[in-house]
């Protein structure tokens, strides 16, 4: 929802004043919502947090800011009342920081006694136990309680935009209900019409950080023999390793992009080949080489050479991983 007139109302102004124009008459302003538009919107709402059946264990708020710029939230808040209600919002959540350009915002409300998984890290915390089915919620320009009316006004002084689930407040027409497995998201830009914005579906909530990555696993120190292991699977498979040999042969050309790598000596695991291979697909593909853990040197014949391949022994040493 936007706080600001639309087209047809300052369509409406510029003939008010043609026809005081023409007619001689005194016309009195039309009136204006005092809210500044904001640019951002509602983007999601859930209320079944924590209930039976549900998985997530927070109900949650979430913003979204559709512009080219980050919006600050400070000083503004989300309010919450009953799909019934007449009165004052009963549940007021300050909001603090701003709202990434084209990002989203998660506010992280109660928490249930049900579900299994948090909500990624939020952006604001309250404690607004909402329904699971049906209320009604909006973005205010401040932080006092606000007390909309209880009917499908699209714009509302103090309100930057508000969703009416199954309520009997909303923008145009009230948006489906829900469940307890169920949230109402935004589907389209914002047109003032809660009933065509919002798509009742799985929840999906996304923070103003976006999705973390998990952290590198730290690598393992491993000889070569350790590396390959006496089996036809090397014990070290999945893990990042690093490994130190004589590079017997190197194949920087003719489609191999690898070279083979050896243990001087006898090998440190007994029955362990002495020797690996390390090849590296096209950068576009993969970006580290990855071991192949063949069976024992004995059991197979050693790489052919071939031209371009490097005959000078040279030791190496090499981190990779494993699989």
């Given at each position: 929802m ?20 023409v007619?001689?008459?005194t016309l009195?302003?039309?009136p ?11 983007s ?22 559709p512009t ?5 939230v400070?000083?503004?808040s ?7 209600s007449t009165?004052?919002a009963?549940?007021v ?9 084209g ?9 249930g ?7 990624p890290?939020p952006d604001?915390?309250?404690t607004?136990a909402?329904s699971?089915?049906?209320?009604t919620?909006?973005?205010a320009?401040?932080t006092t ?7 499908g ?12 689930v ?8 009230k ?8 949230s109402?998201s ?7 019409n809660?009933?065509d ?8 909530p ?5 999705t973390?990555?998990?952290p590198a696993?730290?690598?393992t ?6 590396v ?12 990042t ?12 050309t ?7 790598i ?9 029955g ?6 390390s090849?590296?697909?096209p ?5 580290r ?5 063949s ?5 197979r014949?050693?790489p052919?050479?071939?031209r ?12 990779t991983?494993?699989?």
């Open positions: 936007s706080t600001t007139p639309r087209a047809s109302r300052r369509g409406l102004a510029v003939a008010a004043t043609l026809a005081a124009a007619t001689g008459l009195a302003p039309l204006t919502a005092q809210a500044a538009s904001t640019g951002l919107v509602i999601e709402v859930y209320g079944g947090g924590g209930n039976s059946g549900a998985t997530l264990t927070h109900d949650f708020i979430e913003l979204y800011n080219s710029a980050p919006i600050s400070n000083g503004m989300v309010q919450y009342r009953s799909s019934g009165s004052a009963t549940g959540t300050p909001l603090s920081g701003s709202v990434p350009a990002g989203h915002y998660l506010i992280q409300e109660a928490v006694t049900g579900g299994t998984t948090a909500l890290t604001a915390t309250g607004i909402m699971g089915s049906a209320f919620v909006w973005l320009t401040g309680a606000l007390n909309p009316a209880a009917d006004t699209a714009v509302r002084d103090g309100i930057v935009d508000l969703v009416g199954n309520s009997n407040t909303f923008e145009t027409a948006a489906a209900g829900l469940s307890n497995t169920t109402s935004r589907t389209k830009a914002d047109n003032d809660n009933a914005e919002f798509t009742a579906g799985a929840p999906d996304q923070a103003a950080g976006g973390t990555e998990p696993d730290e690598p120190e491993a000889t070569i023999a350790e390959q292991g006496t089996g036809d699977t090397s014990p070290l498979v999945g893990k390793v690093v490994t130190q040999g004589v590079v017997t042969a190197a194949y920087p003719g489609g191999y992009n690898g070279f083979y050896e243990t001087p000596g006898d090998p440190d695991t007994p362990a080949s002495r020797s690996a291979s090849t590296r697909p950068r576009s593909r993969r970006p080489p990855t071991w192949s853990c069976t024992p040197r004995s059991a014949s050693a052919s050479r071939r371009g391949a490097s005959s000078t022994p040279r030791r190496r040493r090499s981190r991983r494993v699989s």
